[in-house]
Every structure is written in structure tokens, then in C-alpha cells.
């Protein structure tokens, strides 16, 4: 929640400012304003994007797959009508988030590297709106994964 | 002096972006080669255990992030100055990135399981 809300806020910012930042619909300093919010809505996605994977596999990771009976891996196995949680759902979630972080670094090093040069050119824009899309997505997939898993076998 | 546009805007070489977007695509297939990887060898998995309460997960996760910068920080230096079609890379990069989702899903990495 504390790492999740941002990295939605930035995420939904990030989303419309780039949307609207087109040079034929702003004046100079509309586009200077602009890409300097994108800059910053980027760059917490990011960071925030960093964050959930690097907590979730060094600090969730090790409770869930515990090697005792009350573990949630535990749990899932336990049950032939759970496994299916634990060995296709937990494990594609806890291999495929790494892909968030490096998509939205990725967008974020766009929006640095073009600045309001993005307002004019179309091609790197959508360049960025395919990798915060794709960030957004896996992110979105991992988290949806992972509430439904909790639901399972909830971490104590 | 840099070139500009009509309008005075600096025109960049997309090298740089070029790179950063083609390492997407390496650190993203980086995940889905290791993920193949270890479901097949155990001497692999052993190798990327670096932590043994997060399993093989902790290695795979931190090589393929050290792909990714690497990747980056290599083409970034050699395409510094050049201007690679932007477009292409992002479909070389896309390929890896699909390449990389089918890698990570576990029915297909168990495929590979002894």
C-alpha cells in the first residue's frame, strides 16, 4: 500500500501528462512544465517499481516459501485443489515482476534523455507509453497474483 | 555546436535510447533464459541459490538485473554518438521481451525439468 499507491499515482500522472504533451497543443512553457512532472512521475514509478520486486523477493519471499507446515507455500502444497496456486500462479508472478522495474527504468531514461524534445517526436513518445504500459501491466499482473494467492494462504 | 530543429529543439542521436530499450528487451529475455535454466540444471540453480531462505529466485532475479544495467551502460557508450533505427531496436527488444514471458511461465521452464 505504502509502495503500491505511489507507484499507481506516478503511473496514472505519468500516463496523462504524456498523453497531452503534444507540441502543436502547448505553448513553450506548457512543454517545459510538463516533461519536468513526466520526469518526476517516471522516475518514482521506478523507484517504486524497484522497491515492491527487491521487497518481495528478500523480504515476503522467505515467510511465504518457509520450510514449515504453516508456511502459505505450505499450505498451497498441502491441498491437490491449491498446489496450482503455489506452482503456476506464485512462481510465474515471482519470475515475471522483474520485468516492471526494468520497464519503467527504461521509460523513465527516455523521458531524461529526450526531455521536451518528446513534445515533437511522436515515435519516442509512443516509445514511452509502450514501456509504461508494459511496466504497468506486468506490475498489474503481479499484484492481482499475488492478492489472490494471500486470499489462499494469507502471510502471518 | 549541436543540430536543432525548425522549431530549436536539439536533435539527438537515438543511440542512447536505443540502447536503454534494446537492454529492456535483454534483461527481460535475461529472466526468462534463466527461469529455462535452472529448471534444468540443478548445477545452475545451485549457482544462482544466493540466498538460501529466497532460493534460486534471489540469483536469477539480480543477474538479469545486472544484465539490464550492463546491457545499458555498454550500448550506451558505444552508441553514444550513432543513430540506430529507433524502430527496429524496439522490435528486437519486443521479441526478447515475448521471448522473456514465455520463458518465465512455468509450464513452459518445467518443460525443461529433469
Known amino acids: 500500500m505504502v509502495i503500491g499507491g505511489p507507484f499507481l499515482l506516478a ?24 516533461v519536468t512532472q513526466l520526469r518526476l512521475g517516471t522516475t518514482v514509478m ?12 528478500w523480504v515476503l519471499l522467505p515467510w511465504y516459501g518457509e520450510d514449515t507446515p504453516d508456511s502459505p507455500r505450505s499450505i498451497l502444497l498441502s491441498k491437490s485443489s491449491t498446489r496450482q496456486w503455489h506452482e503456476l500462479a506464485d512462481v510465474w508472478k515471482t519470475h515475471v515482476a522483474y520485468m516492471a522495474p ?34 504497468f501491466a ?13 486470499r489462499a494462504a494469507p502471510l502471518r | 555546436m549541436p543540430l536543432r530543429s525548425a522549431e530549436g529543439e536539439v536533435l539527438r542521436p537515438s543511440g542512447p535510447a536505443a540502447a536503454v530499450v534494446l537492454a529492456s528487451g ?8 534463466l527461469s529455462v535454466l535452472t529448471a534444468a540444471s540443478q548445477q545452475v ?3 544462482l541459490t544466493f540466498s538460501d531462505r529466497v532460493g534460486d529466485v534471489s540469483g536469477l532475479t539480480a ?26 531496436v524496439a522490435a528486437a527488444s ?21
Open chain 1, 102 to 135: 526494468i520497464l519503467a527504468t527504461a521509460a523513465a531514461a527516455l523521458v531524461g534523455y529526450y526531455g521536451r524534445a518528446l513534445a515533437h517526436d511522436r515515435t519516442a513518445r509512443n516509445l514511452v507509453l509502450s514501456l509504461l504500459l508494459g511496466a
Open chain 2, 94 to 114: 519486443a521479441a526478447l521481451i515475448a521471448l522473456g514471458l514465455l520463458g518465465t511461465f512455468p509450464p513452459f521452464f518445467n518443460a525443461f525439468g529433469g
Open chain 2, 45 to 47: 540453480s545451485d549457482a
Open chain 1, 11 to 34: 503511473f496514472s500522472g505519468s500516463l496523462v501528462l504524456l498523453l497531452g504533451l503534444r507540441a502543436e497543443h502547448l505553448t513553450v512553457e506548457g512543454i517545459r512544465g510538463r
Open chain 1, 46 to 57: 521506478a523507484v517504486m517499481a524497484w522497491a515492491i520486486v527487491l521487497i518481495g523477493t
Open chain 2, 26 to 33: 535483454a534483461g527481460s529475455f535475461s529472466l526468462g533464459l
Open chain 1, 138 to 150: 506486468v506490475s498489474s499482473f503481479a499484484a492481482l497474483i499475488g492478492s489472490l494467492v494471500t
Open chain 2, 63 to 88: 543477474v538479469s538485473a545486472v544484465v539490464f544495467f550492463a546491457t545499458w551502460g555498454v550500448l550506451a557508450v558505444a552508441w553514444r554518438r550513432a543513430d540506430p533505427p529507433l524502430l527496429r
